[in-house]
């Protein structure tokens, strides 16, 4: 029987090696050494290939473990998105001391006589009261136009896309303390973001509907 010697190179079957200590000489001398041995630097057996190979596998270990723990914190020192010091300021806002019915009646009748026009009413307050969820006093949107500020605007295609911001709304709600809140979007903080022309435009608007909550509010002014 012939067999091959594990990691030598041979060029042929080796016979079993003799049983006298000659022959076993001859044979171990017909082996050669493979090539892994012949130019590798690293044996996996000696004594300080494994250590260094302990070495080795612990500072991957490491390295791994310093990698896991440091990622959460890199995520947590990167930059937070910005938030505004005051959350409410996209919106203005003022404070009725009336009722809601005639808070909503008479601004109803202000808007109209300054010029106003009235396109919808959306009573969001009735709809959540069907969904039992009542709101004190209630929630009603006015929509409205002022017609001769946004006119030019729609003529001209490169500003016909301030339509997306059309129409003026104002929104009239209560709260639990009993206040009635008249509130809108707030023009002045906006203007800036926008073309010029757009924004003169949504700052002559805006100045009009303040007028004219500034009439209802001195109307019902206890």
Same mark, same amino acid.
């Given at each position: 029987?012939?067999?091959r010697?594990?990691g030598?190179?041979?060029n ?10 000659s022959g ?8 050669k050494p493979?090539p892994a ?7 996996? @057996?000696?004594?300080?290939? #494994? /250590?260094?190979?302990?070495s080795l596998?612990?500072? *991957?270990?490491?390295?791994l473990a310093?990698?896991?723990h440091?990622?959460?914190?890199r995520a ?8 505004p010091a005051?959350p409410?300021?996209?919106?203005a806002e ?7 019915a005639?808070t909503l009646k ?5 808007l109209a006589?300054d010029?106003?026009n009235l396109?919808a009413?959306?009573?969001l307050?009735?709809r959540?009261a069907?969904k039992?969820v009542?709101?004190?006093?209630? @929630?009603?949107?006015?929509? #409205? /136009?002022s017609g001769g500020?946004?006119?030019?605007? *729609?003529k ?9 911001l ?7 709600y209560g709260?639990a303390d009993?206040r009635i ?9 906006m203007a800036?973001m926008l073309d010029p022309?757009i924004?003169d435009a ?7 509907l303040d007028a004219s909550?500034a009439r209802v509010?001195?109307?019902?002014a206890?």
């Open positions: 029987m012939k067999i010697r594990p030598a190179r041979v042929r079957l080796l016979p079993i090696p003799s049983a006298s200590p076993r000489a001859l044979e171990m001398s017909r082996i493979g041995y012949q130019h590798s630097h690293f044996n996996p @057996l000696e004594p300080d290939s #494994m /250590t260094r190979r302990r596998n612990t500072f *991957l270990l490491a390295a310093g990698l896991i440091l990622a959460p914190v947590a020192e990167g930059p937070a998105a910005p938030s005051n409410r300021a996209i919106v003022d404070a009725v001391q009336a009722g809601f005639d008479a601004l109803k009748e202000q006589a010029g106003w396109v009413e959306i009573d307050g009735s959540l069907k039992n009542p709101l004190p006093g209630g @929630l009603v949107i006015l929509e #409205m /136009t500020n946004t006119i030019p605007l *729609l001209n295609e490169e500003t016909r896309y301030v339509s997306a059309m129409p003026c709304s104002v929104s009239v709260l009993g809140m008249i509130s809108r979007m707030n023009a002045s903080a800036p022309r924004a949504l700052r002559k608007s805006s100045a009009q909550i509010k001195a109307k019902l206890p």
